[in-house]
DNA sequence: GTACTCACG
DNA sequence: GACGTACGTGAGTACG
């Protein structure tokens, strides 16, 4: 039902929120990182108790919290020093202010404002049409400036002293009724804004003259009949002045708003959202007084160890580092590690694969160039030196003693855990029984400050910021088939090693730490790294069922018809060749049958890519087959073959590994083995996804985000047609499609949406008229020709991308909407080059940001679904994978939907919806 | 170890 | 005006 007659709408003035919250509260600050948040909780405190007292009868149904935006606006226009005597912004405040956006999100408040216009403005129009609609307005604000919107259903309530202000409540204030308030302004001026005003004049005195002539103007134009003659000529010599300042007191009733009245309908907080957004402001009392309310068990607010300012260089001295023997010496570190309250620890195993891989031994620091590597399982040297013993080497601690003792400082709340690539670690230790937290992690530190600068591994880490070469392990063991687990490496060199990774983690974590906050990516780390290094663990330990006897009876009929491709291959060749071996083919091809192709630069090779034999192709039968050649051998080799050594012999599942820190741009990326490249696009490749199932009893649940890359960039760009045709859930390829052809939606043809869909994606790599063309296969001049009418009717994507590589080469970096800094350090480069980074810059922020909105998803999920019978599997880019009890997919659908649908809440509120198609089948194919 | 190719979003 | 170009990944194979 449309805003009209019965209903209430409340009008929170935000700003005044805001500086009441600052000035009433100690400049608290968040415990983990010293961001300044006082003003934050004052501000969630006033929203909480503001909406507690509204269950009675006068509850309003429509609220919104109204903020100002932007320094300058058209009162600046008209008079420069409006407001020019307002003290700057205090320096600890200032980014508490996206913040209290954040809050007012999260308590499921809409929250309004607009660019160049002060609140007041808005909270007038809107008050104006709620009044017109014959609705009821209270604005929640003691601002006098706003007083002249009272009447006529409009009232003001001061929170703080909870008293009402009605058309009296005003003329006891102003002397006048609400509609003659400007006209006192305009005479009294103001000097908190610097309204000039008539000097000598006060509120009193215009009151009295207003009243006695009615309204300004008329006063005004009889100023030479006031008998004082001082007050008299200040009103003859000032009426400009005077006028002027009207202006800048009367209020906007008229804005054109982005919303309408029935946008800010109230709705219930969501518990969840609500209750993560305190517990990341790491607000105790309120999360606790929340989570009582609601209901609802209240997040652990985690207690995070800040190091130390700066250290002083210590040098790097082995003979610092002490072997642990026995359970005394490690009480001693036990001991320090609690005293401190934190700890860096480093885990050494037989391999890589945190599955599998035996846990050998562990290190320890809490003191920079002091640490402690404590042997467990190496293996004592042999006799005849030949083949190693399979006995353990002397002087180690009992593995279980050591593993029951570390157990409590580990699981410690009150205790940090530092790592490098703690995901690792972490994972090793739970296999006995550990859960490592809360952690830090040195690697993802490095990641939120410095993504697409360079790597995060501990020795590009250690050269970078310690200026240190670690100890290499290649010597100690060794390479190729005569290499030797770390079991295998004699303590004497295995100690100094060990030791030294924990020193070097230690240290990186104080240099690195303190400065995620100068670099303004602490909520990046915190919110969208660290969180997610357990909800990765997870994913990973459960790994997903893959059926052997499907792929291996693929693997064979692969083989089959490679080989009779290879022969017919070989017989329109006139010889036998390595097929797989593109310098043969190349040769084959262009010099021996004399086909047109060029060679590539950099090698003197052919190039015989998909797409060049795929051009060939139209008129000889070799490339042709190459081709369906190449395709088997992918899937073989790849896939069908590869996978079958990934299965698991304990747990008969394929476990891949998510590099978190992988890709600049947020995504995650999958190793050992990769399974965001599964194939789906041919016919003949998705059958591998059937290889991919669901425990008897249990089906595979696969949800995608749909479109996000372009709804990410019709709300960054700010697209109107784009965003509405999203909303309206239309076909986004064929509206393009439509606009740029002029082609009625009706009438389209797959092939013109199919041109339309390939300008889609491009516009989000940065788009090129020559890679256009190429994707497209038509001339270049065509494609710069469907480029340049793209612009021309979405002028705004122009605009993002010549804003966004202006902002790259300004600062050096881009960033995504929740914050996350992609760094485009070749953005000034010349030549190719500054092309690469240019499309890279683009795109960043949209890859990047859709990385972000997933990610956020993840870490929430766990919660989630924690009380369904559902395991988060996989995820790839834009979905989720879940392995989920049969009879329960409809819960978990819903369920997995609203937290994917709603992930970018409450940090970002975007502007398009965000929707996600959800299928199910016993197997990968069949749940597409 | 590097280049090429190709699987995915 | 020429130069090369769609963005982000991982893995298998050939080859030096």
New binding site residues.
Partial sequence: MAFGKGHHLHLIDGSAFIFRAYHALPPLTRKSDGLPVGAVSGFCNMLLRYIDGNDGPDAPTHAAVIFDKGSHTFRNDLYDQYKANRDAMPEDLRPQIPLTRDATRAFNVACEELEGFEADDIIATLSCQAREAGGRVTIISSDKDLMQLVGGGVEMLDAMKNLRIDVEGVEAKFGVGPDRVVDVQALAGDSVDNVPGAPGIGIKTAALLINEYGDLDTLLERAGEIKQPKRRQTLIDHADQIRLSRELVRLDTSMTLPFTLDDLEVRDPDAETLLAFLSEMEFRTLTKRVSDRMGVAAPAVPEPAAPQVEAEVVPFDPDKYEVVRDAAALQVWIDRIVDRGWVAVDTETTGLDDMRADLVGVSLAVEIGRACYIPLRHKAADRDDLFGSDDLAEGQMDFDTCIEMLKPVLEDPSILKIGQNMKYDAKILWRFGINVAPIDDTMLISYAQHAGLHGHGMDTLSERYLDHTPIPIKPLLGSGKSAITFDRVSLDKAAPYAAEDADITLRLWHALKPRLHTAKVTTVYETMERPLVPVLAGMERAGIKVDRQTLSRMSSAFAQKMAGLEAEIHELAGETF?V?????LGEILFDKMGLTGGK?G??G?Y????DV?EDLATEYDLPARV?DW??LS?LK??YTD?LQDHINPDTGRVHTSY?IA????G?L??????L???????EE?RRIRQAFVAEEGKVLLALDYSQIELRILAHIAGIEELKQAFREGQDIHALTASEMFNVPLDEMTPDVRRQAK??N??VI????G???A??LRIPRAEAQGFIDRYFERFPGIKDYMADTTAFAKEHGFVQTLFGRKIHTPEISAS??RA??AK??AI??PI?GTAADVIRRAMIRMPDAIADLPATMLLQ????LLFEVDAEAVDTVTQRVREIMENASMPAVNLTVPLTVDAGSGSNWSDAH
């Fill in positions: 390595n797989g071996s593109p310098k043969q590539k950099k090698t090779a190039a015989t890519g998909a034999l081709l190449r395709q992918k080799s790849t590869a590099s992988g890709a600049a741009t995504r990326a999958s190793t050992d083995p990769n965001q490249n599964i194939p789906i696009r041919s490749g390939a300008i994606f491009g790599y940065g788009i090129s020559f890679g256009l190429r994707n030549g190719p092309g690469f499309r890279a795109n960043a890859q790839v880019h834009d979905e």
